[in-house]
C-alpha cells in the first residue's frame, strides 16, 4: 500500500482515517487472490482531498475478473460504467470481464465526494495511470516467464503474447496464480494513446440499465432509515418576501403530518414525500411583497452591478485569431 507523506514529511499521523497495509491485503484477501496495485500521484490533495491516504488501485483476480476501487459513487451518471471502459482500455482486458467497487470505505481510497463532474476528470488520469502501470508489470512477469524480451511483448484480451509468435502467450491469471502480490507503482507510465482506444469512446449499454428501467435501482434517494420524515417547505413567491400571517392548521389536520415552525421556516413532515407535499398545499399563508424593485428589464444591469470584479487565471493563445464573436451572445439578447 502507498502512502505520500511528501507534503507533510514530519506527520505522525495520516491525515484522514486510514488502513494499515496488513490490513488492506487482509480485506483483499477476502476476496480472492491476485495481483494488486497501487499508485501515487504527484498531487493527491487534488484528487481525493488528503496527502496521506491511498490514492487509487486494482486488482486482477485469480478467476481472471477485475476488480477496480474507487471512492466515487454512482449516482445515475454513468460512472459505473464509463470507468470500467477506461479501465478495461488502458489493461488490455475485455470490459466485461471488469467488476466496479464503488464507495466501499472498507476496501475503497478516500475520496472527498462525487461531485462537480470531477471523476472522469481527476479520478480518470490516475486510474489510467495505475493500469497502465499494471500493464507494465504484467509484461515484466511474462518476459520472466517466458523467458521473451519485453520489447517483444504485447497485451490483449487479458493475456501476454509474443509479437512476432502470438502463440506464444500467458493470460493475466496464469501469472498471478492466485498470489496476492503487492507491486509499487510511480505516476509516470506510458499512457495508450486515444488512437488506439478500442472501448473508450464506444457506445456501451449501461450497467445499470435494467435496474433503471425496471426501478430496481437505488439511490441516495432511495434510502429508508427507521423513523426517517421528508419534509415539504414552504417557500416564499419572491426572494425578500417575508410572512405576514399563516394558518398551518390544515396540514397539521392530515393523519401523520408534524408541522415545524420556526420563525420564517414552515415544514411538513411525514414518512412520505407526497403526503408531505399534499399536506403542504393544506397551508393558508399571507406574505408581504418582496422589497426588491428589479424585474425582467433591471437585473441584467444589476448582475453586471453585483457581479465581482473579474480575475484571469490562466491566459493564451492569439486573441486576433479566435472567432470568438461568433459564440458571444448579444448583449441585447441577455436583456430579454
Same mark, same amino acid.
Given at each position: 500500500?502507498?502512502?505520500?507523506?511528501?507534503?507533510?514529511?514530519?506527520?505522525? /499521523?495520516?491525515a484522514?482515517?486510514?488502513?494499515?497495509?496488513?490490513?488492506?491485503l487482509?480485506?483483499?484477501g477476502?476476496?480472492?487472490?491476485?495481483?494488486?496495485?497501487?499508485?501515487?500521484?504527484?498531487?493527491?490533495?487534488?484528487?481525493?482531498?488528503?496527502?496521506?491516504?491511498?490514492?487509487?488501485?486494482?486488482?486482477?483476480?485469480?478467476?481472471?475478473?477485475?476488480?477496480?476501487?474507487?471512492?466515487?459513487?454512482?449516482?445515475?451518471?454513468?460512472?459505473?460504467?464509463?470507468? !470500467?471502459? +477506461?479501465?478495461?482500455?488502458?489493461?488490455?482486458? *475485455?470490459?466485461?470481464?471488469?467488476d466496479?467497487?464503488?464507495?466501499?470505505?472498507?476496501?475503497? *481510497?478516500?475520496?472527498?465526494?462525487?461531485?462537480?463532474?470531477?471523476?472522469?476528470?481527476?479520478?480518470?488520469?490516475?486510474?489510467?495511470?495505475?493500469?497502465?502501470?499494471?500493464?507494465?508489470?504484467?509484461?515484466? +512477469?511474462?518476459?520472466?516467464? +517466458?523467458?521473451?524480451?519485453?520489447?517483444?511483448?504485447?497485451?490483449?484480451?487479458?493475456?501476454?503474447?509474443?509479437?512476432?509468435? *502470438?502463440?506464444?502467450?500467458?493470460t493475466?491469471?496464469?501469472?498471478?496464480?492466485?498470489?496476492?502480490?503487492?507491486?509499487? +507503482?510511480?505516476?509516470d507510465?506510458?499512457?495508450?494513446? =486515444?488512437?488506439r482506444?478500442?472501448?473508450?469512446?464506444? =457506445?456501451?449499454?449501461?450497467?445499470?440499465?435494467?435496474?433503471?428501467?425496471?426501478?430496481?435501482a437505488?439511490?441516495?434517494?432511495?434510502?429508508?432509515?427507521?423513523?426517517?420524515?421528508? !419534509?415539504?417547505?414552504?417557500?416564499?413567491? /419572491?426572494?425578500?418576501?417575508?410572512?405576514?400571517?399563516?394558518d398551518?392548521?390544515?396540514?397539521?389536520?392530515?393523519?401523520?403530518?408534524?408541522?415545524?415552525?420556526?420563525?420564517?421556516?414552515?415544514?411538513?413532515?411525514?414518512?412520505?414525500?407526497?403526503?408531505?407535499?399534499? /399536506?403542504?398545499?393544506?397551508?393558508?399563508?399571507?406574505?408581504?411583497?418582496? =422589497?426588491?424593485?428589479?424585474?425582467?428589464?433591471?437585473?441584467?444591469?444589476?448582475?453586471?452591478? &453585483? &457581479?465581482?470584479?473579474?480575475?484571469?487565471?490562466?491566459?493564451g493563445?492569439?486573441?486576433?485569431?479566435?472567432?470568438?464573436?461568433?459564440?458571444?451572445?448579444?448583449?441585447?439578447?441577455m436583456?430579454?
Amino acid at each position: 500500500m502507498s502512502r505520500n507523506r511528501a507534503s507533510n514529511p514530519g506527520s505522525q /499521523a495520516p491525515a484522514v482515517p486510514g488502513i494499515s497495509r496488513r490490513e488492506f491485503l487482509k480485506r483483499i484477501g477476502a476476496l480472492g487472490g491476485g495481483l494488486i496495485f497501487t499508485i501515487t500521484i504527484a498531487d493527491p490533495a487534488e484528487l481525493l482531498g488528503a496527502v496521506d491516504d491511498l490514492n487509487a488501485y486494482l486488482a486482477i483476480g485469480a478467476e481472471g475478473r477485475v476488480k477496480c476501487f474507487t471512492g466515487k459513487i454512482e449516482m445515475g451518471q454513468g460512472i459505473i460504467t464509463s470507468l !470500467a471502459q +477506461m479501465l478495461a482500455d488502458e489493461l488490455d482486458v *475485455p470490459y466485461d470481464t471488469v467488476d466496479m467497487v464503488m464507495g466501499d470505505t472498507d476496501l475503497c *481510497p478516500y475520496d472527498r465526494g462525487t461531485w462537480g463532474s470531477m471523476t472522469t476528470r481527476f479520478f480518470g488520469p490516475p486510474l489510467r495511470e495505475a493500469a497502465a502501470r499494471a500493464r507494465a508489470i504484467l509484461i515484466a +512477469m511474462a518476459s520472466d516467464q +517466458m523467458g521473451i524480451p519485453a520489447e517483444r511483448l504485447a497485451t490483449a484480451d487479458g493475456a501476454v503474447f509474443d509479437e512476432k509468435n *502470438p502463440g506464444k502467450r500467458v493470460t493475466y491469471t496464469q501469472l498471478t496464480r492466485g498470489r496476492i502480490i503487492e507491486k509499487h +507503482m510511480k505516476a509516470d507510465p506510458k499512457l495508450k494513446d =486515444p488512437s488506439r482506444f478500442t472501448v473508450v469512446g464506444k =457506445p456501451f449499454t449501461s450497467r445499470e440499465t435494467l435496474e433503471k428501467v425496471t426501478g430496481k435501482a437505488e439511490f441516495a434517494g432511495d434510502i429508508r432509515l427507521p423513523g426517517m420524515l421528508y !419534509a415539504a417547505i414552504l417557500r416564499p413567491p /419572491a426572494h425578500g418576501s417575508a410572512i405576514k400571517k399563516v394558518d398551518t392548521s390544515g396540514a397539521g389536520a392530515v393523519k401523520g403530518v408534524t408541522v415545524i415552525k420556526e420563525g420564517d421556516l414552515i415544514a411538513v413532515l411525514h414518512e412520505h414525500p407526497d403526503i408531505a407535499a399534499a /399536506a403542504l398545499l393544506e397551508i393558508k399563508a399571507e406574505f408581504a411583497p418582496s =422589497p426588491s424593485a428589479l424585474n425582467d428589464r433591471s437585473i441584467f444591469e444589476h448582475l453586471q452591478k &453585483a &457581479a465581482p470584479e473579474a480575475s484571469v487565471e490562466s491566459k493564451g493563445g492569439d486573441e486576433e485569431d479566435d472567432d470568438q464573436d461568433v459564440f458571444k451572445l448579444p448583449e441585447e439578447n441577455m436583456k430579454r
